[in-house]
Structure formats: structure tokens, C-alpha cells
């Protein structure tokens, strides 16, 4: 009975990591829409934008995660801000790449969400993207903007979202479960 159980469990810890495998891959090429609005959007003028680029469905949007270059993860704001780390690559000062990566804590469920590349000196300004598919834990990978021109001042994504619960841990709790359900099994028929 042991033996199952640890295998059991074993089983529930492999399949956690598989579901957090991939990468959600972007470049400038992946995407239809930019503007060369040269400022931080808000919520309100943001959907204006991308209602022409993608037929947003939400009313409104909200800040869930930003992150500005050379703040580090002190200057990371939005709902999920402790949730998320980006590490921006290919030069300190002008980096052509991020990589936008799961911590800890809750991770966003997206409903309707839209990430925003913004370098603001260079056309066009920002790139959008919909990532409403992102299962909220994988990471995103963004690669080759404004190479050798400029660089990405800031991501962020936007949207309407829920918190939900990473699947290593919704694993963790159904084979807590189980385990707990098959002790007082064991004990009630000894």
C-alpha cells in the first residue's frame, strides 16, 4: 500500500512539471497590432486599441503585471506583481529580449488578457499581443524587439483575470487527498 502511494504521488509531482514545460514564444512578427503612442497607456485608451486589433470583449482592463527594465523585481507593479519576475536580456541597458517567469503565489487566470512590449523612441512605440491562451504559469518568452535600434523599456499585461491555482499545487492537493482518504481507510479497517 505504501509503495502505490509513493508512486502515486511521484506520478502527481512529474505530471505538475510537464503541464509548466513550454513557453509561450513571441517576437515583433507574432503580432497585427502597434501603435507609436509614445506613452504608458491606461486601461481605458489601451482597450480602445486593442478592441481594433483583437474585439475585446471586456469593458475595462486592469494593470495585473508590469515590469520596468533596470527596476528589478522592487519595481514590478499590477494585481500579480509578486507573482511574476522578468529578466530582461541581450544588453543591460537596451534589451532586445525578456523572459517574463512564474514565482510563487497566484497566477493569473486569463479571461482576456494582453501583453504589452513598449520601447516608446523607436516605431512603432509598443507591440500587443493577446495572450488570452496563457495558462498563467508558463513562461513567456519575448525575443528580437527593436534589435540594434532600441530596446524594451517595459512589458505588461493587461486584462481581465482570475486567480487561480497552478496546477503543481491543484495536483498536490487532490493526491493529499487521496492520501488522506486511503489512511482513514487503512485505519478504519484495522
Known sequence: MKRAFVIFVLGLLAMGRATNAHALALTPANTSCTTNINTNLSGSALRGILDGCFDVDAPSLDLLYKADVGAGDAGDSGSFASSYSTAFSNTTNDPADALISYVSGGAIGCLECYLVVKDGNHSPAQYFFDISTWNGTDPISLTGFWPQQ??????????????????????LLVGGGCAMAALRRRRRLA
Open 150 to 171: 532600441g530596446a524594451i523599456s517595459n512589458v505588461a499585461i493587461w486584462g481581465v483575470a482570475t486567480t487561480k491555482t497552478p496546477e503543481p499545487a491543484t495536483l
